[in-house]
């Protein structure tokens, strides 16, 4: 670690709070409801895990999204827990050309 360059911010910070400096902060918020409406996804693995976070949030904002995977059971499972008429499934493995 560089002590000269620490020092010298360490400083600097005590120097704005000595001269009481003030700090504005601003928040805002992007709505990014039905971002992806009219998109059209697909989700190799799915069925679980990272692919099915993935797939639950591209459904909620508005795209078409094609889930993959190797087990049908785990498909359906996916499709359940997401209910959307915009989530389509497809037994595939990709590993197998």
Same mark, same amino acid.
């Given at each position: 670690?560089?002590?000269?360059?620490?020092?010298?911010?360490?400083?600097?910070?005590?120097?704005?709070?000595?001269?009481?400096?003030?700090?504005?902060?601003? @928040?805002?918020?992007? +709505?990014?409801?039905?971002?992806?409406?009219?998109?059209?996804?697909?989700? @190799?693995?799915?069925?679980?895990?990272?692919?099915?976070?993935?797939?639950?949030?591209?459904?909620?904002?508005?795209?078409?999204?094609?889930? @993959?995977?190797?087990?049908?059971?785990?498909? +359906?499972?996916?499709?359940?827990?997401?209910?959307? &008429? &915009?989530?389509?499934?497809?037994?595939?493995?990709?590993?197998?050309?």
């Amino acid at each position: 670690m560089n002590w000269g360059i620490f020092f010298f911010f360490f400083l600097k910070y005590l120097r704005f709070f000595n001269e009481g400096g003030v700090i504005n902060l601003s @928040t805002s918020q992007v +709505n990014y409801s039905e971002i992806l409406k009219g998109k059209k996804i697909i989700i @190799t693995g799915g069925s679980d895990g990272i692919g099915l976070a993935m797939a639950k949030k591209f459904v909620k904002e508005g795209a078409k999204v094609v889930i @993959t995977g190797r087990n049908m059971d785990k498909l +359906n499972r996916a499709s359940k827990m997401i209910n959307s &008429n &915009n989530l389509y499934l497809v037994k595939w493995d990709i590993s197998d050309l």
